[in-house]
C-alpha cells in the first residue's frame, strides 16, 4: 500500500517537473482564459470519456445520495488564469452498461501565452480533489479509474457489520490496495495495544464480489463459519491468528493474535459477522 502511495507521488513530481521544464523561457507573463465551465460541463458529463490522458486518483467518495462523487488525488496547485505554474482538472465518471462506476480525471489548462525568462514552477504535489454530479445516483461500491486502478468507495455500503467485544475501539477505517487486489479494511485497538509486537489489534479485511485472499493459501486448517467452509492460518513466531471465509459474495479475513483471542473465540466472532 505504501508502495503504491509513493509511486502515485513520484508520477505527480514527474508531471510537476515537465510543467517546470515549460515554463523556462519567454517574456513576461500575461493571464491567459480560464477553460470554458460549459465546454467542461460537455465533457464531464457525457457517456464516453473525454480525450486525454487519465490522471490517476487516490481515492473516491459519494455523498449520502450516491449522486455527487468527489476524487482525492495529488497534482499541481490550484488554477489561477494568472499562474502559470497552477493546473486546471475536471472530473468523468459514468455507469457502463455492466453497473460498473467508471471515472477519469483529465488536465486541461490552457497553455499560457508567454513566459518570462528563466521562470521555473516549484515541484511540490498538492493534494487536489475533484466532485462529479452523476447521472443517476450509483448504488455501487467499487469503481474504476481509466488511469489503471480499481478503488472502493469509502466507505462501501456493503461492508459488513462485526461486533467486537468490549474495551476494543475502532481505529482505521480504509481503502487497502493490495497485489491480490483491492479490500477494505478495518481494525480496532485495544488499550493495552502492543502494534509493534501484534498484540492488541484486531482486523478485518473484506473482498467485494470474491475471496479476501490476504496470506499465502498453503499452510492453513480446515474450520467453519457458521456451517460455511473456512480456513485458519496459525502463526508459531508471532501468535498471529487468521480466519478466512466467505459470508455471502464477499470474501472475508479476521486477524488477531493468541495473546487477545482462542482461535474458538476469533471463530466465535467471525460467525457474529452480519451484512447490512
Request: contains cysteine; proline residues 9%; negative net charge.
Amino acid at each position: 500500500m505504501a508502495g503504491m502511495k509513493a509511486s502515485r507521488l513520484m508520477a505527480a513530481v514527474a508531471t510537476l517537473a515537465l510543467l517546470a521544464l515549460g515554463c523556462a523561457s519567454g517574456p513576461s507573463p500575461v493571464p491567459t482564459v480560464a477553460p470554458s465551465p460549459s465546454a467542461v460541463a460537455d465533457l464531464a458529463n457525457g457517456t464516453n470519456p473525454p480525450p486525454g490522458a487519465a490522471v490517476r486518483f487516490d481515492s473516491a467518495t459519494l455523498d449520502d445520495s450516491g449522486s455527487m462523487l468527489t476524487l482525492q488525488f495529488t497534482g499541481g496547485k490550484d488554477y489561477s488564469p494568472s499562474d502559470p505554474c497552477s493546473v486546471h482538472y475536471f472530473g468523468w465518471a459514468h455507469e457502463s452498461d455492466a453497473g460498473i462506476l467508471e471515472a477519469k480525471i483529465v488536465e486541461d489548462t490552457p497553455p499560457f501565452p508567454t513566459l518570462p525568462p528563466n521562470f521555473g514552477c516549484d515541484l511540490v504535489g498538492y493534494g487536489r480533489t475533484v466532485t462529479i454530479n452523476l447521472a443517476k445516483p450509483y448504488a455501487g461500491g467499487r469503481i474504476h479509474d481509466l488511469a489503471g486502478a480499481d478503488h472502493l468507495i469509502a466507505s462501501p455500503r456493503t461492508q459488513v457489520n462485526l461486533d467486537v467485544p468490549a474495551g476494543w475501539t475502532p481505529d482505521v477505517n480504509q481503502e487497502e490496495v493490495l497485489d491480490a487486489g483491492t479490500l477494505w479494511l478495518r481494525t480496532w485497538t485495544h488499550t493495552d495495544a502492543n502494534p509493534a509486537a501484534g498484540t492488541g489489534v484486531l482486523q478485518l479485511h473484506q473482498a467485494f464480489g470474491g475471496p479476501a485472499n490476504i496470506i499465502d493459501a498453503s499452510g492453513g486448517e480446515p474450520a467453519k463459519v457458521n456451517g460455511t467452509p473456512a480456513t485458519v492460518w496459525r502463526s508459531a513466531s508471532s501468535g498471529e491468528l487468521v480466519v478466512v471465509w466467505m459470508l455471502g459474495p464477499d470474501g472475508l479475513a479476521l486477524v488477531g493474535n493468541k495473546a487477545d483471542f482462542t482461535i474458538d473465540q476469533l471463530i466465535d466472532l467471525a460467525e457474529a459477522a452480519t451484512r447490512p
